[in-house]
C-alpha cells in the first residue's frame, strides 16, 4: 500500500482543489490524520492570510446567488478578469443578509428570522436571539423582517475556549439598540437618553460607545448588574451638510470619529439603467424582499462617497473631552462599510497603503429597494481629499454589498 507521505505536497494542493467546493470543506479533509490536517491548514492559509482583511462578494459564475467569494488583496483587481476557480467560495447565500463583521466572524440574518454569528471559513455557528424577540420600536416602521435588524457590533470574539462574555449589539427599526450575550434567547433593549437614532457603537476600554445620527457620544456599560446609558455630553466636531455616515473607530488605542459624506443623485437616462445580467440574480429566493408599494423610479438612485473627515477624541486629563481635527492617519488605515470598522497601524504590510480609508458600500436602503446598489467602493485618499478605486466590477450593481472580512489563525 502506498505511503501517503511519500506523495508530493503539490500534489495533495491540486487535490485539494478539486474535491474543495467551498472553503468549510477542507474541514473532513484535515480531521483525517495529523498529515492531512498539516496540508488542509496550509491550504486555508493559502487562501485566507490570517489578519489580512478581504472583501466577501457576490458568488460567481458557477455558484450563481448560493455562495460568495472571498477577494484576498482586492486593491486594484479586477473580479471580471479572474477565473471563478481563483477564488476561494464562501458558504454564505445571497439571500442571507450580514449585518456585522469582526475578525473572521459574521453576523448573519435570515429571511425566517433566525440570527446567528457565523465564521465561513472553520464553518462555526452560534445562535443568537431571533430577530422576532426584538423589543417593539417606539418609532417608524415595525413592519418585521429581515430588513429589521440594521448593524450588529460584536464585544469579543467568540470562541468556544474563551471564558471571556460576547455580547452583540444590535441596532434594529428606527435605529433603536437592544444587546444580548451569547447563549442568551431574547434581546433586551436599551433605553438611549435621545429619543432620536443611533448609528454606530465599538467596543472600547470594556464598554460600548455608541454614536447617535448627529455625533452625540454615550456609553452603554454591560458589566453592571442592571446595564445602563450614560450621556458623555461630548459636542459632535460640527454640522456638515450631507454627511450620510458615522463610524467609531479605534486606532493605536485612541478613538475615532468617521464622518463620510456620500452625493445621492438620480441616473440622468434610462441608458444609465443597469442590464438585468448584471443583478446578480438580485430577486431570486426573494433576496432583497422588495416592497410591494415601492416607487420603481427609485431603481435609479445613485450613492457616491465625495469625502471623509476624521476627528480624534481628545480626553486630556484635567480638560473637557472634545474631538479635535487629524489629518493623517500616521501611515495607519482604516476600513468602513456592513463591518464592524477598525484600523491597520502598517498597512503597507499586508497590501494595502497608509493614510487611506478604505470603504464600501453599507446604504442598506438602497440594498433593499434600488436597481443599483452596492457599487458605492472605493478608496479614500487623506493627503490628497481623493477617491481611488479599489477593485473593478465592470457593473453597475453589486448584489450582495461587499463586506470586508479578517480571517484569523486557529
Same mark, same amino acid.
Given at each position: 500500500?502506498?505511503?501517503?507521505?511519500?506523495?508530493?505536497?503539490?500534489?495533495?494542493?491540486?487535490?485539494?482543489?478539486?474535491?474543495?467546493?467551498?472553503?468549510?470543506?477542507?474541514?473532513?479533509?484535515?480531521? %483525517?490524520?495529523?498529515?492531512?490536517?498539516?496540508?488542509? !491548514?496550509?491550504?486555508?492559509?493559502?487562501?485566507?492570510?490570517?489578519?489580512? @482583511? &478581504?472583501?466577501?462578494?457576490?458568488?460567481?459564475?458557477?455558484?450563481?446567488?448560493?455562495?460568495?467569494?472571498?477577494?484576498?488583496?482586492?486593491? &486594484?483587481?479586477?473580479?471580471?478578469?479572474?477565473? /471563478?476557480?481563483?477564488? @476561494?467560495? !464562501?458558504?454564505?447565500?445571497?439571500?442571507?443578509?450580514?449585518?456585522?463583521?469582526?475578525?473572521?466572524?459574521?453576523?448573519?440574518?435570515?429571511?425566517?428570522?433566525?440570527?446567528?454569528?457565523?465564521?465561513?471559513?472553520?464553518?462555526?455557528?452560534?445562535?443568537?436571539?431571533?430577530?422576532?424577540?426584538?423589543?417593539? @420600536?417606539?418609532?417608524?416602521?415595525?413592519?418585521?423582517?429581515?430588513?429589521?435588524?440594521?448593524?450588529?457590533?460584536?464585544?469579543?470574539? @467568540?470562541?468556544?475556549?474563551?471564558?471571556?462574555?460576547?455580547?452583540?449589539?444590535?441596532? #434594529?427599526?428606527?435605529?433603536?439598540?437592544?444587546?444580548?450575550? %451569547?447563549?442568551?434567547?431574547?434581546?433586551?433593549?436599551?433605553?438611549?437618553?435621545?429619543?432620536?437614532? #443611533?448609528? /454606530? =457603537?465599538?467596543?472600547?476600554?470594556?464598554?460600548?460607545?455608541?454614536?447617535?445620527? #448627529?455625533? &452625540?457620544?454615550?456609553?452603554?456599560?454591560?458589566?453592571?448588574?442592571?446595564?445602563?446609558?450614560?450621556?458623555?455630553?461630548?459636542?459632535?466636531?460640527?454640522?456638515?451638510?450631507?454627511?450620510?455616515?458615522?463610524?467609531?473607530?479605534?486606532? &493605536?488605542?485612541?478613538?475615532?470619529?468617521?464622518?463620510?459624506?456620500? !452625493?445621492?443623485?438620480?441616473?440622468?437616462?434610462?441608458?444609465?439603467?443597469?442590464?438585468?445580467?448584471?443583478?446578480?440574480? =438580485?430577486?431570486?429566493?426573494?433576496?432583497?424582499?422588495?416592497?410591494?408599494?415601492?416607487?420603481?423610479?427609485?431603481?435609479?438612485?445613485?450613492?457616491?462617497?465625495?469625502?471623509?473627515?476624521?476627528?480624534?477624541?481628545?480626553?486630556?486629563?484635567?480638560?473637557?473631552?472634545?474631538?479635535?481635527?487629524?489629518?493623517?492617519?500616521?501611515?495607519?488605515?482604516?476600513?468602513?462599510?456592513?463591518?464592524?470598522?477598525?484600523?491597520?497601524?502598517?498597512?503597507? !504590510?499586508?497590501?494595502?497603503?497608509?493614510?487611506?480609508?478604505?470603504?464600501?458600500?453599507?446604504?442598506?436602503?438602497?440594498?433593499?429597494?434600488?436597481?443599483?446598489?452596492?457599487?458605492?467602493?472605493?478608496?479614500?485618499?487623506? =493627503?490628497?481629499?481623493?477617491?481611488?478605486?479599489? #477593485?473593478?466590477?465592470?457593473?453597475?450593481?453589486?448584489?450582495?454589498?461587499?463586506?470586508?472580512?479578517?480571517?484569523?489563525?486557529?
Amino acid at each position: 500500500m502506498a505511503n501517503w507521505n511519500e506523495i508530493p505536497r503539490d500534489i495533495w494542493r491540486l487535490i485539494l482543489q478539486k474535491v474543495v467546493t467551498v472553503i468549510t470543506d477542507h474541514i473532513p479533509f484535515c480531521g %483525517v490524520c495529523r498529515l492531512w490536517r498539516s496540508i488542509g !491548514l496550509e491550504y486555508r492559509r493559502s487562501k485566507f492570510p490570517a489578519n489580512v @482583511p &478581504g472583501l466577501m462578494i457576490p458568488g460567481g459564475p458557477t455558484t450563481a446567488t448560493r455562495t460568495r467569494r472571498f477577494l484576498a488583496f482586492p486593491v &486594484g483587481k479586477d473580479i471580471i478578469q479572474l477565473d /471563478d476557480h481563483d477564488l @476561494p467560495v !464562501l458558504s454564505v447565500p445571497h439571500e442571507s443578509l450580514c449585518r456585522g463583521s469582526h475578525r473572521g466572524w459574521l453576523v448573519i440574518v435570515e429571511k425566517n428570522m433566525t440570527m446567528y454569528i457565523y465564521n465561513p471559513i472553520s464553518g462555526v455557528r452560534i445562535s443568537l436571539p431571533p430577530v422576532t424577540t426584538l423589543p417593539k @420600536p417606539e418609532r417608524g416602521n415595525t413592519r418585521m423582517s429581515k430588513w429589521y435588524v440594521k448593524k450588529a457590533i460584536l464585544s469579543a470574539i @467568540p470562541l468556544p475556549s474563551s471564558s471571556v462574555d460576547c455580547f452583540v449589539l444590535v441596532f #434594529y427599526g428606527f435605529y433603536e439598540m437592544a444587546y444580548s450575550k %451569547v447563549g442568551d434567547v431574547v434581546w433586551t433593549a436599551i433605553e438611549g437618553p435621545k429619543p432620536w437614532r #443611533y448609528i /454606530d =457603537a465599538i467596543f472600547y476600554k470594556e464598554v460600548f460607545y455608541i454614536m447617535d445620527h #448627529y455625533g &452625540g457620544i454615550c456609553i452603554f456599560d454591560v458589566n453592571l448588574p442592571h446595564p445602563k446609558v450614560t450621556e458623555l455630553g461630548i459636542s459632535p466636531p460640527r454640522l456638515i451638510p450631507y454627511v450620510q455616515k458615522w463610524y467609531l473607530v479605534e486606532f &493605536g488605542g485612541e478613538l475615532l470619529q468617521i464622518l463620510r459624506e456620500i !452625493l445621492i443623485y438620480l441616473a440622468e437616462s434610462d441608458k444609465e439603467d443597469i442590464d438585468e445580467g448584471q443583478q446578480n440574480n =438580485a430577486n431570486e429566493d426573494d433576496e432583497f424582499d422588495y416592497d410591494d408599494n415601492f416607487d420603481r423610479n427609485t431603481g435609479n438612485i445613485i450613492d457616491q462617497t465625495t469625502d471623509f473627515q476624521v476627528f480624534k477624541l481628545d480626553m486630556s486629563s484635567g480638560l473637557e473631552p472634545k474631538w479635535i481635527d487629524v489629518k493623517d492617519l500616521e501611515g495607519g488605515a482604516v476600513f468602513v462599510g456592513l463591518n464592524q470598522s477598525f484600523a491597520l497601524s502598517k498597512p503597507n !504590510l499586508v497590501g494595502y497603503k497608509g493614510d487611506r480609508i478604505y470603504f464600501t458600500d453599507d446604504d442598506i436602503g438602497s440594498h433593499k429597494l434600488c436597481k443599483r446598489s452596492g457599487n458605492d467602493i472605493g478608496v479614500f485618499n487623506i =493627503a490628497d481629499s481623493i477617491v481611488e478605486t479599489l #477593485y473593478s466590477t465592470h457593473s453597475g450593481s453589486t448584489k450582495p454589498p461587499a463586506v470586508w472580512i479578517t480571517p484569523m489563525e486557529y
